[in-house]
């Protein structure tokens, strides 16, 4: 059976609905082309309505390279997107600019971040050192006992969130007003390959047939991708997040130490996260996780131990075996894009992705340099 998913067989079909496909959807939706998008779940079901929407390219950069350079871009994407969502879909992303506390507990923690401070302000970038008692000017939080125990904090004013879920709705959202078609509970179950082209996606209701296929499935890409004769070795890194109930007593930054991360959101409400493990495709979260988390968190600051649990979750990252994402023509597959495999960074590089996958799409040199993210270098023959 052929089945015409809205349109009669789009510009582009892609294969996910978390933020990396819903962004393409988008962008490519705004630049006129004929979009549909398949999800065998939901919009957002996967790791993207799991993270905690951190835009935080600084916070865990050890030297300054191409993916440093890549997230800030993608961090200024933010800025620019998030009003133009709420104008065209009417949805407050949370976009904020909250900054970042990244603190030190230990002396080899503080040497580190003083020197990180250092060249990213060489960079033209806001990082300051911060002693203790500047630490707890800025963040009452430490103003008391929490705060003689810290030995300093990097304080990264720049950097900033989003709330992820609403992120990949209002993409959506926006992609359907801009005439993309998308469809939930439609799997792929296979890529359909005739020599260098892939003619169809495979669904319960059919074969989808698109000029290009965009393979966005997060996690489960590999397995499309193997269906197509494809090496792309991307699996599943879980991370757990622990959300608090706090009405008073929420930080006003995110902090940041070794071991964990505490964010507050616009509605009150604090994420604890991340886990970083194997455990396949099981996305529940565990006794161990939770105790992680809270073990973290309470060392951080202690009167987070007073704060109500409300919910916990997990998700499954995307990853790679260099933990680089891949945005590039599949090899030796001319109309098959691949977009996938952000980790732990899919929604900061979500929207920039959308753009470059987009210029792509157009047949045009994407206006970033990929090659340090192109599928060649997943070949089994260069690894
Ligand atoms: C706990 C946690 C915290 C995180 N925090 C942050 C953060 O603060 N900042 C940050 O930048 N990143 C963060 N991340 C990472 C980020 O969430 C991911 O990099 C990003 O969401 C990946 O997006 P994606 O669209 O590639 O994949 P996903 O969001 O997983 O989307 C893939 C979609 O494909 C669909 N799908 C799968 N198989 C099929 C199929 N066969 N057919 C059709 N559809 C299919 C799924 O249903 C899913 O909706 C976090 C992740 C986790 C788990």
Request: neutral net charge.
């Amino acid at each position: 059976m052929q089945h015409d998913a809205g349109h009669d067989a789009p510009d582009v079909l892609i294969v996910g609905g978390g933020v990396i496909g819903c962004a393409i959807a988008y962008y490519g939706a705004c630049a006129g082309l004929r979009v549909t998008l398949i999800d065998g779940e939901r919009i957002g079901a996967g790791a993207s309505g799991a993270a905690a929407g951190m835009l935080a390219p600084q916070v865990e950069a050890h030297q300054p390279d191409d993916f440093f350079d890549f997230g800030l871009a993608g961090r200024a994407e933010h800025a620019r997107l998030a009003p133009q969502l709420l104008d065209e879909a009417g949805l407050d992303v949370e976009y904020r600019q909250t900054g970042i506390l990244r603190l030190a507990l230990e002396e080899r923690e503080a040497v580190d971040l003083r020197g990180r401070a250092i060249w990213q302000r060489g960079r033209g970038l806001a990082a300051e050192w911060l002693e203790p008692d500047q630490v707890g000017t800025l963040e009452p939080a430490f103003g008391g006992a929490a705060g003689k125990r810290l030995v300093g904090a990097l304080w990264l004013p720049e950097e900033g969130q989003v709330r992820s879920p609403r992120l990949v709705q209002a993409l959506a959202a926006a992609a359907i007003r801009r005439g993309a078609v998308l469809h939930e509970g439609l799997p792929a179950t296979s890529l359909q390959r005739e020599g260098d082209r892939v003619t169809g996606v495979r669904t319960p209701a059919g074969v989808l047939r698109a000029g290009t296929v965009v393979l966005a499935a997060g996690a489960w890409s590999g397995a499309l991708a193997a269906t197509a004769g494809l090496h792309l070795p991307v699996e599943p890194i879980k991370g757990q997040i622990i959300v608090l109930g706090s009405l008073r007593r929420a930080p006003r930054h995110i902090l940041w130490s070794g071991e964990c991360y505490v964010a507050p959101k616009a509605d009150g409400l604090v994420m604890v996260g991340a886990t970083e493990e194997r455990a396949g495709f099981d996305r529940r979260p565990t006794l161990s996780g939770v105790l992680q988390l809270a073990l973290g968190a309470t060392n951080l600051l202690p009167e987070l131990g007073r704060l109500s649990v409300e919910t916990q979750w997990g998700g499954l990252r995307p990853a790679l075996p260099d933990r680089l994402p891949v945005i590039g023509w599949a090899a030796g597959c001319e109309n098959l894009l691949l977009a996938t495999a952000h980790f732990r960074n899919g929604v900061l590089l979500g929207p920039l992705t959308g753009k470059l996958a987009t210029e792509m799409l157009l047949g045009k040199a994407p206006s970033w340099d990929l090659s340090p993210y192109s599928p060649e270098r997943l070949s089994p023959t260069r690894q």
